[in-house]
């Protein structure tokens, strides 16, 4: 059984910085590693993708602010959020996509972002 555990969540004041850490308890074979965020009444939202040869992704709101750095081998993905806004406060979903392309995600955590 495959479990994506992450950390790093918590309340932070405008303008501080938070990192987000994911990593996959079993082998999975991952060809992308992502981060979403859903905001209270929101949709889900992709914030930033880490995609097998190297390659990102970033929604237009966090570019210039966010970093997603990442292991396909270790199974492990980070999300470096600087200059964090009240408006990026959302739970932060961590994603892994395999080869087969099934999805497998995390349980989510809470990131506060007071003004």
């Known amino acids: 059984q495959v479990r994506l555990v992450e950390s790093g969540g918590g309340l932070v004041q405008a303008g501080g910085s938070l990192r987000l850490s994911c990593a996959a308890s079993?082998?999975?074979?991952?060809?992308?590693m992502n981060w979403y965020r859903q905001a209270s009444g929101k949709q889900r939202e992709l914030v930033a993708a880490?995609?097998?040869?190297?390659?990102?992704n970033y929604a237009d709101s966090v570019k210039g602010r966010f970093t997603i750095s990442g292991d396909f081998a270790k199974n492990t993905v980070y999300l470096q959020m600087n200059s964090l806004k009240p408006e990026d406060t959302a739970v932060y979903y961590c994603?892994?996509?395999?080869?087969?392309?099934?999805?497998?995600w995390g349980q989510g955590t809470q990131v506060t972002v007071s003004s």
């Open positions: 994603n892994m996509r395999n080869v087969l392309g099934r999805d497998y």
């Open positions: 079993g082998s999975i074979g991952s060809i992308a």
């Open positions: 880490f995609i097998s040869g190297g390659s990102t």
